[in-house]
């Protein structure tokens, strides 16, 4: 089955009207991994936005269905609710609130173990994070994780992570790979992954190339990444990955 | 020690441990009304009531050198819907004393309640009180209630006092406090307020006098206007000519929601002495709009988003 669709989407800010999507397909099947790569500025946090029901951008045309349904009219919450989850690129801090009760109100029947399970599983010792404040105390990449693991007590069944391994470093970014692996198995969920890094190839089922707000390409990772690399001008990797290829 | 269920209900809904307030031997004092319903003191800790026609006088005493270690639970209700009452608590820590004083004011059914309370309180050298004073008013916007505090902090002393009211609805609040600080003297004044309605209106002066070298203070009031409630808030600190390296800061947070909701601090400084330094800073704003979207984006309704966005501002 597929977990979701997107057919035509075109999306506009509100703001100033400006048209940052256009005409936009493409489907995510069942407990995959889609990857989507583009440079800055060419829509993906949009992408991910729109998806999720962020009411500062648009649809001026087109649809999208998940779980065979059209969510396009629905607010945040209620596709939250359905089972869709974002992990922001730029995750919000919180004075004031605990990891802990963070976690908490994101898992609506989450028990103490699986919010203690999620920190493991992103690698946080929640003995010494269940206490510690959402403030700017903690390090970005500690948030990023902290995000990855609000995204997990939701149980989703699709999470858009936007980005979960920007800022952080190389051994922490492979490790984050290993997770996002376990994650699949472990829930069964599938996801749509925003980066910027092509080592993420091993994990992806089908990937996507935006490029100045179209989904110029879509396939296999490595046709994508060889598209990407031409039109973002990286020629000797792109000729890399072509004799890789044959 | 019979305490109304009403009491016990408001009290644990306040964050309290109820079952410590039950534990027999604590120290405890129980007022309905101008009834005592219960008293206890302890050894070294000196409690006295003297019924008024409307209220009750109350004098806490801690002798030189004690220090009382559990809570002391200070419960004044009104269990009517309409009522008036009134409290005059003296607390006088002696010598190199301490004590924690929990109280709770409780007025569950208010339509039409009336709470004054007139509390002096003195903090002889070297002594240390812990203060905090949670409220519920119920839930009909129906209670006025008027705390006074005149504090006397002697040398070397130390003071946490809070006052905190963020269950229910608050109807009229006017809250006046004033403390003198003598030297290397310590005062910390905390007022977490949430307003939620159009008949919640709250005004809170806290007045703290540096007048002793090396006294050190700190104002703080988190607040949140809803729906049409206001909050006023003025928080002086002046530092005299005998501060002389005294401190003094005042911070006010306070998130606005909704039509007709209004909320204003007013921080007033002054300073007598040079090598004194007092500041202040405040800030009123609405509700950070990536938190609430990284809420609903969890599954949180808008309103369930803001109610967890303004418990942990106002905290
Ligand atoms: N609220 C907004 N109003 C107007 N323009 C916007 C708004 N948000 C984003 N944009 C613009 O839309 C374009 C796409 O932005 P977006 O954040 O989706 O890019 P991105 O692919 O996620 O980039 P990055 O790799 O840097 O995260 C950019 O040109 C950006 O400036
Ligand atoms: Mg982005």
Redo the contacts between chains.
Sequence with gaps: MKILEVKNLSVEARADKKTILKNISFEIEEKSIFVLIGPNGSGKSTLAYTLIGIPRFKITSGKIFFLGKEISKLPIYKRARMGLALGFQEPAYFKGISVENFLKACSKNSQQKEIEKALDLVGLEPKKFLKRKMDQQLSSGERKRIELASVIVMKPKLMILDEPDSGLDIIIYKELYDILDNIRQATNASILLITHREEIGFLADQAGFLNKGELVYKGKFDDVMIRYCQSVGRRKRCRKLKVKKT | MQIPNLFLKSAKKCGYDVKLMQTSGISHLYIESNKILSLQGNPGLIIKTKRLSQGVAIKILVKKNVKIKKPVFLCFGILNPKGKQIILPEIILEKNSELKILAHCTFPQATKVIHKMKAKIELKKASKLFYTETHYHGENFGAEVVPNFKILLRQNTYLENKFILKQGSIGKLKINLEAILEKNSFAEIDSQIIGKGREDDVSIFDKLLLEGENSHSLIKLKGAAINGGKILFKGETRASKLAKNSRGHIDCQEIIIGKNSFAQSIPIISVENPEARITHEASIGKV?Q??L??????????KQ?IS??V???V?
């Design positions: 950070n990536k938190q979207e990284t809420l609903m984006a969890r599954g949180l309704s808008e988003a967890f966005i418990r942990g501002v905290k």
